[in-house]
């Protein structure tokens, strides 16, 4: 059985900075690229950024570069979100998923939900200004 558990959330205010955790179990963790999304109330759900298998390739929303980094331990079967700078309209719930390699999907194409085969419950992040 699939899991992954967000951790790291909480309330910080405006300027500051948190680390998210997603820790999974139940698959190859090497074998996906692993991806952050976020929603706020009333919004959609969007996405903030992925590392893929390679662990040095990553692709972030344009709102969030220069302020979030994801990286991965693949000896841990974690990935990380450094999220700093962050802005209260960083407030939401913070999911991560994981997407299995496959060539049906470019890079870009790991921006959207579909090519994610398991997602967490998400965590919620509070920016107060």
């Known amino acids: 059985q699939v899991q992954l558990v967000e951790s790291g959330g909480g309330l910080v205010q405006a300027g500051g900075s948190l680390r998210l955790s997603c820790a999974a179990s139940?698959?190859?963790?090497?074998?996906?690229?692993m991806g952050w999304f976020r929603q706020a109330p009333g919004n959609e759900r969007e996405f903030v950024g992925t590392?893929?298998?390679?662990?040095?390739?990553?692709d972030y929303a344009d709102f969030v570069k220069g302020r979030f980094t994801i990286s991965r331990d693949n000896a841990k079967n974690t990935v990380y979100l450094q999220m700093n700078s962050l802005k209260p309209e960083d407030t939401a719930v913070y999911f991560c998923?994981?997407?299995?390699?496959?060539?049906?999907?470019?890079?870009?194409?790991?921006?959207?939900?579909?090519?994610?085969?398991?997602w967490g419950q998400g965590t919620q992040v509070t920016v107060s200004s």
């Open positions: 590392i893929f298998w390679t662990g040095s390739d990553t």
């Open positions: 998923a994981a997407g299995r390699v496959s060539s049906s999907y470019g890079s870009r194409s790991y921006r959207f939900n579909q090519p994610y085969n398991y």
């Open positions: 139940g698959l190859t963790f090497g074998s996906y690229a």
